[in-house]
């Protein structure tokens, strides 16, 4: 406590390890806007304006005093220590100012995630809502039939800087697990594995995939895909196998579907929460701990030893 017109000295105890270290008396946080007067890491008296500061490393204490007080001094204030890197992100960790922008900034980031997922989500329904969606690498037809016994051929575009990749076909109906059957050599060289060819125009950047004599247990989730160091690019196909039967559709005559998937990225989404987001955090942190000195640890308290009235 102190009275108008009158002077309050504060002295703070610190760490034996802090004692070169430069001391600080803030108001309110220890942003730059509320630093009010700081040591320069010796004992000289520093003054700024009605404030002092002097740091007494023999007793490990440092002394404040604020003089001619008015109604308008009274607030929070705080000692602070300009301490080490580590031991100042650490702290910093710990304070209730980063957890508050971490959640802030997290929720928002999330949220934005979310839309993105919405927006993005494999459609359902008309052939409207089947429409290729521009900004994926590559797409295919959602399904395609054949008859047993026959061939079935499938064609995926591509964008054009990936015309070099190699590009592959699997199968399965989980994209992280299914199983490769066949890839390009980056080339536009025809591949032939079993029943199974592939080949790559680069010029018209399409992937055409062939199936031969085809059996009613081919029928299975199938994937065009490029093969990229950190993202692979695929398009999820349905393959169904009739019995030696024709088939009089436009779609069974073509063996393939003139509207396309939103094909999928399998790391994309696991990158943005698992890089993007703690590439945020080492951000924030290392903002608040270049604006914040940071207090000491818990054997660090501020007590007040005397007080001044004005007569």
């Not at 008396?25 to 500061?53: A, Y």
């Amino acid at each position: 406590m102190g009275t108008v017109g009158g002077s309050l000295s504060v002295q703070c105890r610190y760490g034996e390890n802090f004692a070169e270290n430069n001391k600080y008396w803030c108001r309110n946080s220890c942003l730059s806007p509320w630093k009010i007067v700081e040591t320069t890491g010796s004992e000289r008296e520093e003054r700024h304006s009605r404030v002092s500061i002097r740091d007494h490393p023999a007793n490990l204490t440092f002394t404040v005093t604020m003089e001619s007080l008015t109604e308008g001094d009274s607030g929070t204030y705080w000692c602070g220590i300009d301490t080490p890197w580590l031991d100042g992100f650490v702290s910093l960790l710990n304070s209730f100012h980063f957890l508050l922008l971490v959640f802030l900034k997290l929720s928002l980031l999330l949220s934005m995630l979310s839309a993105v997922l919405w927006v993005n989500r494999p459609q359902r329904g008309s052939r409207a809502k089947q429409s290729p969606l521009g900004c994926f690498s590559i797409k295919g037809p959602r399904s395609v039939r054949g008859i047993e016994q026959g061939s079935v051929t499938v064609q995926c575009n591509y964008d054009s800087r990936w015309k070099t990749y190699q590009k592959w076909w699997c199968r399965g109906a989980k994209w992280d697990y299914c199983k490769i059957l066949i890839q390009t050599t980056g080339s536009e060289q025809e591949v032939k594995r079993n029943r199974v060819s592939i080949r790559d125009n680069q010029t018209e950047h399409l992937l055409t995939v062939t199936m031969k004599e085809v059996r009613q247990d081919d029928t299975d989730t199938y994937w065009c895909g490029i093969h990229k160091t950190g993202i692979d690019l695929g398009a999820r196909i349905r393959v169904t196998i009739d019995p030696g039967t024709v088939l009089t559709t436009p779609e069974a005559a073509n063996n393939r579907t003139e509207e396309f998937s939103g094909s999928y990225t399998r790391t994309h989404y696991v990158l943005l929460v698992f890089v993007k987001v703690p590439f945020l955090l080492i951000l924030v942190g290392a903002f608040l701990w270049l604006k914040e000195p940071q207090r000491p640890p818990s054997n660090f308290s501020p007590d007040l030893l005397s007080k001044d009235t004005a007569p």
